[in-house]
């Protein structure tokens, strides 16, 4: 079951079509929810990688951050079928004519 959080990443992840920076990401983020940090993205994607929803990929160092290399994050064929599956579940939840549970 995905969280809420988990599927706005992996939806942001969709609409770049490829590969996408934490930066990248947070940009896309940040537009359509109302707080977001850097540190909850990047621990969303590190427990989505060991998931398999997502894949990292280190690119080149590069001489404007000192040498250091940016990470690049790709939704997996798993990650898509989580995310069809979530918002199937919330479709159906959401039909006419569903029993609530007795609380």
């Known amino acids: 079951m995905l969280g809420r959080f988990e599927e706005a990443i992996l939806l ?3 609409n770049v079509k490829g590969e996408a920076t934490i930066a990248e990401i947070y940009e896309t983020l940040a537009g359509k ?6 540190g909850a993205i990047y621990t969303t994607l590190d427990r989505m990688t060991e998931k398999q929803f997502v894949v990292r990929r280190k690119g080149e160092p590069l001489p404007t951050r000192g040498g250091k290399a940016r990470y690049y994050y790709k939704i997996t064929s798993c990650g898509r079928l989580a995310v069809i599956e979530a918002q199937s579940s919330m479709t159906a939840l959401s039909r006419p004519g569903i029993a ?3 609380l």
């Open 100 to 102: 609530e549970p007795a």
């Open 12 to 14: 942001a992840l969709i």
């Open 33 to 38: 929810l109302r707080r977001v940090s850097f």
